[in-house]
């Protein structure tokens, strides 16, 4: 039942990139002449790529904190931490329109990594020297607004744990004094783990949306990383409880 549903659910996601992409064209031939940072775009991406996620009943979406996401300038740096491809998608849900930082092999995907560009996401070479050039990035859409999201870890968790913080977002934190949101899923591990195509057909999602974090008073970019992981792992703890008290 479960590689039924995954491929169904895969040939209409997959489907849906190409009018997701004309559509996204358009609103960009339009628009860029007073939409510097692509947020039309953007939305037409969030809204496509959110299908994924809403067209399955069967996976129940719980959400706490979500009057903590507000607009303001500068922006925010939202962290989250990475379990599953679902993440992306799931995040995609909340009232938000914001840039990615992703991998630049995901630019390379045709139609999806056209979308990519179209959205104004920002394309960065793990491991490279060049990573931290592309993460300055964020710096003017930040200031104008904008927020930018990032997985910390840098790549899904095999084990569905949370991984050790990379310093970048960090960084960029401390350099430039944005705050810090993180955003911490549970569940999509469960629902679809990494290296496969296979999805679960039930299952529960959850995010909580935690309050800002400001670079000021700590003493250097380990010590933000590091509390950062902290809260973010304090309530990934919490969600898993929450989760397995909802299955008794």
């Not at 740096?77 to 990615?100: E, G, Y």
């Amino acid at each position: 039942m479960n590689k039924l549903f995954s491929g169904l659910v895969w040939l209409l996601y997959g489907l849906s990139y190409f009018p997701s992409f004309l559509i996204a064209l358009l609103v960009r031939i339009f628009t860029f002449p007073f939409d510097p940072y692509n947020r039309y775009p953007n939305a037409i991406m969030i809204f496509f790529g959110q299908l994924i996620i809403t067209l399955n009943p069967f996976w129940k979406r719980h959400y706490f904190g979500l009057e903590k996401i507000t607009e303001e300038k500068p922006a925010f740096i939202r962290v989250a931490n990475h379990q599953s491809f679902l993440d992306m998608p799931l995040v995609a849900t909340m009232p938000m329109n914001m840039k990615w930082i992703s991998k630049k092999e995901l630019f390379k995907i045709p139609v999806v990594g056209w979308l990519m560009h179209l959205a104004g996401h920002i394309s960065v070479d793990r491991g490279s020297k060049g990573a931290a050039k592309s993460l300055l990035e964020m710096i003017d859409p930040i200031n104008d607004g904008m927020s930018v999201m990032v997985f910390p870890e840098g790549t899904r968790s095999r084990e569905g744990k949370l991984k050790p913080f990379k310093k970048g977002a960090f960084h960029a934190s401390m350099d430039n004094g944005f705050r810090i949101q993180p955003i911490v899923i549970e569940g999509t591990y469960k629902c679809m783990k990494p290296d496969t195509w296979v999805m679960n057909f039930k299952g529960d999602l959850y995010v909580s949306v935690l309050d800002p974090i400001s670079p000021d008073g700590f003493e250097d970019v380990n010590a933000l990383r590091d509390y950062v992981h902290e809260v973010v792992k304090t309530e990934s703890d919490r969600l898993k409880t929450v989760a397995a008290e909802n299955k008794r």
